[in-house]
Nanobody, 126 residues
Framework: QLQLVESGGGLVQPGGSLRLSCAAS????????IGWFRQSPGKEREGVSC????????AYVDSVKGRFTISRDNAKNTVYLQMNSLKPEDTAVYYC???????????????????WGQGTQVTVSS
Protein backbone atom coordinates (compact mmCIF):
# COMPACT_ATOMS: atom_id res chain seq x y z
CA GLN A 1 0.00 0.00 0.00
CA LEU A 2 1.29 3.42 -0.95
CA GLN A 3 2.19 5.41 2.17
CA LEU A 4 3.89 8.76 2.69
CA VAL A 5 5.45 9.89 5.97
CA GLU A 6 6.41 13.50 6.68
CA SER A 7 8.96 14.57 9.27
CA GLY A 8 11.03 17.58 10.24
CA GLY A 9 8.40 19.95 11.54
CA GLY A 10 8.74 21.89 14.76
CA LEU A 11 8.82 25.27 16.41
CA VAL A 12 11.11 27.90 14.90
CA GLN A 13 11.55 31.63 15.33
CA PRO A 14 10.72 34.04 12.52
CA GLY A 15 13.61 34.13 10.06
CA GLY A 16 14.64 30.59 10.92
CA SER A 17 14.82 27.46 8.78
CA LEU A 18 13.44 23.95 8.73
CA ARG A 19 13.81 21.04 6.34
CA LEU A 20 10.84 18.76 5.89
CA SER A 21 11.19 15.24 4.58
CA CYS A 22 8.64 13.07 2.81
CA ALA A 23 9.54 9.39 2.81
CA ALA A 24 7.74 6.69 0.86
CA SER A 25 6.73 3.32 2.24
CA UNK A 26 5.48 0.41 0.19
CA UNK A 27 6.43 1.94 -3.15
CA UNK A 28 9.21 3.88 -4.81
CA UNK A 29 8.87 7.63 -5.30
CA UNK A 30 10.80 7.39 -8.52
CA UNK A 31 8.35 8.15 -11.31
CA UNK A 32 5.94 10.18 -9.19
CA UNK A 33 5.39 13.90 -9.12
CA ILE A 34 5.31 14.86 -5.41
CA GLY A 35 3.58 17.88 -3.95
CA TRP A 36 3.87 19.70 -0.64
CA PHE A 37 0.75 21.30 0.81
CA ARG A 38 -0.14 23.12 4.00
CA GLN A 39 -3.25 23.82 5.99
CA SER A 40 -3.81 26.12 8.93
CA PRO A 41 -6.95 26.27 11.11
CA GLY A 42 -9.92 27.73 9.31
CA LYS A 43 -8.19 27.81 5.94
CA GLU A 44 -8.31 25.58 2.90
CA ARG A 45 -5.43 23.27 2.10
CA GLU A 46 -2.93 25.18 -0.06
CA GLY A 47 -0.42 23.91 -2.57
CA VAL A 48 3.08 25.04 -1.61
CA SER A 49 5.42 23.34 -4.05
CA CYS A 50 5.74 20.32 -6.31
CA UNK A 51 8.48 18.52 -8.19
CA UNK A 52 8.37 16.20 -11.18
CA UNK A 53 9.68 12.65 -11.13
CA UNK A 54 13.20 13.51 -12.32
CA UNK A 55 13.52 16.58 -10.12
CA UNK A 56 14.20 18.74 -13.13
CA UNK A 57 11.04 20.83 -12.92
CA UNK A 58 9.50 22.48 -9.89
CA ALA A 59 6.70 24.87 -9.04
CA TYR A 60 6.00 27.12 -6.06
CA VAL A 61 3.15 29.21 -4.76
CA ASP A 62 4.07 32.89 -4.98
CA SER A 63 4.18 33.39 -1.21
CA VAL A 64 7.15 31.02 -0.79
CA LYS A 65 9.17 31.75 -3.93
CA GLY A 66 12.75 32.59 -3.07
CA ARG A 67 12.38 31.14 0.44
CA PHE A 68 11.45 27.48 -0.04
CA THR A 69 13.25 24.89 -2.16
CA ILE A 70 11.88 21.48 -3.07
CA SER A 71 14.23 18.66 -4.00
CA ARG A 72 14.28 14.89 -4.18
CA ASP A 73 16.70 12.03 -3.69
CA ASN A 74 15.19 9.06 -5.49
CA ALA A 75 17.96 6.80 -4.19
CA LYS A 76 16.75 7.58 -0.66
CA ASN A 77 13.10 7.47 -1.71
CA THR A 78 12.62 10.90 -0.17
CA VAL A 79 11.47 14.37 -1.18
CA TYR A 80 12.54 17.43 0.81
CA LEU A 81 11.21 20.91 1.40
CA GLN A 82 13.87 23.34 2.61
CA MET A 83 12.16 26.31 4.22
CA ASN A 84 14.22 29.44 4.90
CA SER A 85 13.31 32.92 6.15
CA LEU A 86 10.23 31.50 7.79
CA LYS A 87 7.38 33.84 8.68
CA PRO A 88 4.55 33.46 11.20
CA GLU A 89 2.13 33.08 8.29
CA ASP A 90 3.96 29.89 7.28
CA THR A 91 2.57 28.24 10.41
CA ALA A 92 0.50 25.23 9.33
CA VAL A 93 0.39 21.47 9.12
CA TYR A 94 2.48 20.48 6.11
CA TYR A 95 1.58 17.45 4.02
CA CYS A 96 3.22 15.68 1.12
CA UNK A 97 1.12 13.96 -1.49
CA UNK A 98 1.34 11.83 -4.62
CA UNK A 99 -0.94 11.62 -7.66
CA UNK A 100 -2.11 8.57 -9.55
CA UNK A 101 0.92 7.37 -11.52
CA UNK A 102 -0.22 8.32 -15.03
CA UNK A 103 0.08 11.97 -13.99
CA UNK A 104 3.54 13.24 -14.85
CA UNK A 105 3.04 16.99 -14.78
CA UNK A 106 3.10 19.64 -12.08
CA UNK A 107 0.09 20.69 -10.06
CA UNK A 108 -0.51 22.67 -6.87
CA UNK A 109 -4.14 21.60 -6.74
CA UNK A 110 -4.92 19.22 -3.87
CA UNK A 111 -7.56 17.58 -6.08
CA UNK A 112 -4.80 16.10 -8.26
CA UNK A 113 -3.39 14.08 -5.35
CA UNK A 114 -5.19 11.06 -3.86
CA UNK A 115 -2.33 9.85 -1.65
CA TRP A 116 -1.44 11.88 1.46
CA GLY A 117 0.82 11.63 4.45
CA GLN A 118 -0.31 12.33 8.00
CA GLY A 119 1.25 15.79 8.13
CA THR A 120 3.87 17.51 10.25
CA GLN A 121 3.28 20.69 12.26
CA VAL A 122 5.36 23.78 11.52
CA THR A 123 5.01 26.66 13.96
CA VAL A 124 6.80 29.94 13.38
CA SER A 125 6.69 32.08 16.48
CA SER A 126 8.91 34.15 18.72
Amino acid sequence: QLQLVESGGGLVQPGGSLRLSCAASGFTLDGYTIGWFRQSPGKEREGVSCINSSGGTTAYVDSVKGRFTISRDNAKNTVYLQMNSLKPEDTAVYYCAAPYLPFKGLSLSPAQYPYWGQGTQVTVSS
